[in-house]
């Protein structure tokens, strides 16, 4: 199951993949998709990763919206 949260912040492919990389150091079953335009993070291969989710996407410098 996909889950799905935006983050702000993020303006190009390098903040992609700091963000990708940030979540999955913390959950590293997780697959990670992300639409830098719209600020969706999908999040597949965790169920109820959002509390690290937001550590990790925080740590990394961007703003985790929910
Ligand atoms: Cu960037």
Redesign the pocket.
């Known amino acids: 199951m996909t889950e799905q949260y935006r983050v702000g912040g ?9 963000v990708t990389g940030a979540i999955t150091r913390a959950l590293p079953a997780a697959k990670v998709e992300i639409d ?1 335009k719209s600020g969706v993070v999908s999040v597949d291969g965790v169920t109820g990763g959002g509390d690290a989710i937001r550590k990790a996407v925080e740590a990394a410098g961007f703003e985790f919206l929910g």
């Open positions: 993020m303006t190009c492919g390098g903040c992609a993949r700091s830098v």
